[in-house]
């Protein structure tokens, strides 16, 4: 099973940003998808945003379209969530994980970490 150690969660206004990371621990990302989920208080988990390590192509949920950006670091073998315009509906924790599409789905591979919590409160 492939471990990702997600961070750089916290407590933000409506509007403002923040960037998660996400770092794989003990294997290199090379070849896999990588996507970020999240799961609000009461909701079941829902995908954000994923990045093919390969060719760096990119896919969003509508919900975030415009105002996420995933990235990659090659050489820090970490994965990022540019979170900008953050907005009271985006308090989750989010999760990073490993991704299959399967008829438009994308589902998390392995085990889900701990994640970091992401709050947006005035």
């Known amino acids: 099973q492939l471990q990702f150690v997600e961070s750089g969660g916290g407590l933000v206004k409506p509007g403002g940003s923040l960037r998660l990371s996400c770092a794989a621990s003990?294997?290199?990302?090379?070849?896999?998808?990588v996507g970020w989920f999240r799961q609000a208080p009461g909701k079941e988990r829902e995908f954000v945003a994923r990045?093919?390590?390969?060719?760096?192509?990119?896919y969003y949920a509508d919900s975030v379209k415009g105002r996420f950006t995933i990235s990659r670091d090659n050489a820090k073998n970490t994965v990022y969530l540019q979170m900008n315009s953050l907005k009271p509906e985006d308090t989750a924790v989010y999760y990073c994980?490993?991704?299959?599409?399967?008829?438009?789905?994308?589902?998390?591979?392995?085990?889900w970490g701990k994640g970091t919590l992401v709050t947006v409160s005035s």
């Open positions: 990045i093919n390590w390969m060719d760096g192509s990119t």
């Open positions: 003990g294997f290199t990302l090379d070849g896999f998808t």
């Open positions: 994980n490993s991704v299959k599409v399967v008829g438009g789905e994308t589902y998390g591979m392995d085990d």
